[in-house]
Each structure stands twice: as structure tokens, then as C-alpha cells.
């Protein structure tokens, strides 16, 4: 198998135990089946491939792997429900998955490869695989991308401090599978911390910090009042509490959007918030809600109606999906509007909004 120079580097390594750290395409599967392939070559191999999930064997690894065996004609069976291939000379190649890993114990393994092991628990290394490789003395990669500063970092850092261990760092670019051009659209697209951890390979620490890229004064600039007419529509990111029932008032500029008011009401409704905001800034211009998804089955009134439903009959129209996004990337949403990679913030809140300006974002998600 063609391998790209970084690839070539971590397979040619005689260290038993090697921790790779590679940012998003850079071939991680593609290497890990070349050393799949590389142990197999000799008879009565025992090769493992773990992936977080079974639909991560699947898609990742198991039609190529498949693929590349045969055009080999290395191939002697194929167990599709197990997931393992027999090899002419009697080697085995068997894929799992680490949600359960307790039934991994009692294997005996030539060669382990851990992919993604930031996804997985720990302890599906220390207390079932490693033991695994003691009766052949099998070796082991384990590669993926950062996942912050958690058991994969500390086994990256720990592998330059033990014997028969190497650590490996690589960016996207280097992998040689993405151009220079995509990434810095990748750049733009993502928080400075997402891009730094996705695409730079580094273990970012996010200490515990939601926004972290929120600043007190980059992130709080004054509204250009002069660009507002009685036409500019407004977009509402609107929270259902019943006390206080919150809105952020927000326009869209060239680069992202500014909030520029804030609405608060205390033991309120979605229909008085309606009248707030229509009183505040008439019925003439385009108003867009983005509230909570769930707003379609409930209400913050006794009229029986649902929030939707009040907000659609007085004139807004509604951006929302059947179900709320992944939390997770919508918090990474939003931290790429207050910073992204390129350094650009394109979240900006007005001072008038004297409310904790941290409420005005966490509404945006």
C-alpha cells in the first residue's frame, strides 16, 4: 500500500506501542490498514481493529479493508456478521467496536489498532486490551485527532517518556490529503480552538469554558444605528422561560450578527413577548424567531396554544428544526462567530444590552 511520507514515518517506527495524533483527513484509516496488512503477511496472526462505534467499523474500515484483501488474493474467508477476514495463511483480521468493551476480554493478539482512541473509554485499554497483547508481546497503534486534554493526551505525552513507546504529531496539511486552500476555508468556517484541535493537531484545553472565545471588549461593540430603517428585519433568538421569558434582538451584518437589544419579562408569555417586540419594532419589517424546538408541543400561556403557533400568527417566521441541534456543535457554532481561526469576530453585542452579555449568546444556541 502507498503510504504519504508522515505515514511511512509512523510505520517504519520499531517502537512496539505507537500514539499518533493526526488532525481530520489525514489518512488515519488508511494507515491503520496498511498495518493491519503488514502484520497479517505472516501466518497465524492475530490482528484487533477497534473503532469507538460498530457503525465506525462499517463505514470507516470493513468494505475497503475487504476491498484491499482480495485484490491482494490474500483472502480465504469473509464472516460478514463477525466482521473478521481469514487469510490464506491462516491469519485473522477482526473488527470491533469499544461500546462493550468488556467482551473483548480473553483474545489473544498479534497486533492491536485503537482508532479514535480520545472517543473511547480508557479503561477498555488498561483493564481489557493491554492485556491481550502479553501472551504474543503484540504491538499496538493508537491514532485519532484530539479530543482536548483527556487520556488520549496523556498517553501521547507519556509515550516519549517510556521505553518501547513513540509519540507522533501531524497536521491535516501534512497528511497530504487536503489542500492548502481548503483548510484555510476550514479556518474561516471554525473557533480558533476547533480549528486548532481539528486541523493543527493540538490538544486544545477548554478548562471547563463554554464560550471561551467571548471577550469582554472585542466581542461588545456599539451598533451603527444609521444602517437601521423602518425595513431591516430582525431576527429573535427567543428562550420559552416562563419568569423571565428572554429575547435577543438581533441584525444581520456583512461579516455575522450584532445584538442589538434585549428583552427580559418576568412571570410573562410568548404572547406578551410578541407584543414587546412588535411595540419595539412595529409589524412592517421581516421578523425571523429561531426559538426552541420544542415550542412547537408547548406553551408559556393558558390559552392552549403553542408557542409556534402564537409566534407564526402574528407575522414571524419561524427558523427551527424539528428537534434542537447537538449541543456541541452548536456551542462550536457559536464560538467560531465570536472567534474564528482567521482571528475575524463576527458576533458583536451593543453595550445598551447591560444584561450578562454571556445570556445573549447562550440564547444563540
Known amino acids: 500500500m502507498k503510504l504519504t511520507q508522515p505515514q511511512q514515518t509512523i ?9 499518533a495524533a493526526c488532525g481530520r483527513r489525514f489518512g488515519k484509516s488508511w494507515l491503520a490498514m496498511n498495518e493491519m496488512a503488514k502484520f497479517a503477511r505472516f501466518p497465524d496472526q492475530r ?11 462499517k463505514n470507516i ?17 469473509i464472516n460478514e456478521t463477525d466482521l473478521t477476514i481469514t487469510l490464506v495463511n ?12 468488556d467482551a473483548l476480554r480473553g ?54 517518556h517510556n521505553d518501547d513507546w513513540e ?16 483548510i484555510e476555508s476550514a479556518r474561516l468556517d471554525l473557533s480558533d480552538r476547533d480549528f486548532e484541535q481539528e486541523y493543527m493537531s493540538q490538544f486544545v484545553s477548554y478548562s471547563g469554558v463554554i464560550f471561551y472565545a467571548f471577550d469582554d471588549k472585542l466581542n461588545r461593540q456599539k451598533y451603527n444605528w444609521d444602517q437601521f430603517n423602518d425595513r431591516t428585519p430582525i431576527h429573535c433568538a427567543i428562550d420559552f422561560n416562563v419568569s423571565p421569558i428572554t429575547a435577543s ?17 418576568y412571570g410573562s408569555n410568548t404572547m406578551e413577548l410578541v407584543q414587546e417586540i412588535n411595540r419595539r419594532y412595529g409589524t412592517a419589517r421581516q421578523r425571523y424567531a429561531y426559538p426552541d424546538a420544542t415550542g412547537s408541543r408547548t406553551n408559556t400561556n393558558s390559552m392552549g396554544t403553542s408557542d409556534h403557533i402564537i409566534l407564526q400568527n402574528n407575522g414571524f417566521k419561524l427558523v ?39 445570556m445573549h449568546v447562550e440564547v444563540c444556541v
Open 61 to 77: 474500515w470493513w468494505n475497503d479493508l475487504r476491498g484491499m484483501l482480495l485484490d491482494l488474493n490474500w483472502v480465504k474467508k
Open 47 to 57: 490482528i484487533l481493529a477497534v473503532a469507538p462505534t460498530y457503525k465506525q467499523c
Open 90 to 101: 491462516s491469519s485473522t483480521i477482526t473488527l470491533r467496536s469499544s461500546e462493550n468493551y
Open 11 to 19: 510505520s517504519n517506527s520499531d517502537a512496539r506501542f505507537k500514539v
Open 320 to 358: 427551527t428544526g424539528k428537534t434542537n441541534p447537538n449541543v456541541n456543535e452548536s456551542i462550536s457554532a457559536v464560538n467560531s462567530l465570536l472567534l474564528n481561526g482567521a482571528g475575524e469576530r463576527n458576533l458583536q453585542i451593543d453595550p445598551k444590552c447591560v444584561k450578562n452579555p454571556r
Open 107 to 160: 483474545g489473544k493478539y498479534n497486533f492491536l489498532v485503537m482508532d479514535e482512541f480520545a472517543d473511547m473509554n480508557p479503561d477498555a485499554w488498561f483493564q481489557v486490551l493491554r492485556p491481550t497483547l502479553s501472551d504474543m508481546k503484540g504491538h499496538a497503534l493508537f491514532i485519532g485527532s484530539p479530543k482536548g486534554r483527556n487520556h488520549f493526551y496523556d498517553m501521547w505525552i507519556n509515550a516519549d
Open 249 to 265: 434582538i438581533c441584525v444581520k451584518t456583512n461579516t455575522g450578527l450584532h445584538i442589538i437589544d434585549e428583552i427580559e419579562i
Open 167 to 182: 509519540a507522533f504529531q501531524y497536521t491535516t496539511l501534512e497528511g497530504g490529503n487536503v489542500d492548502s486552500d481548503e
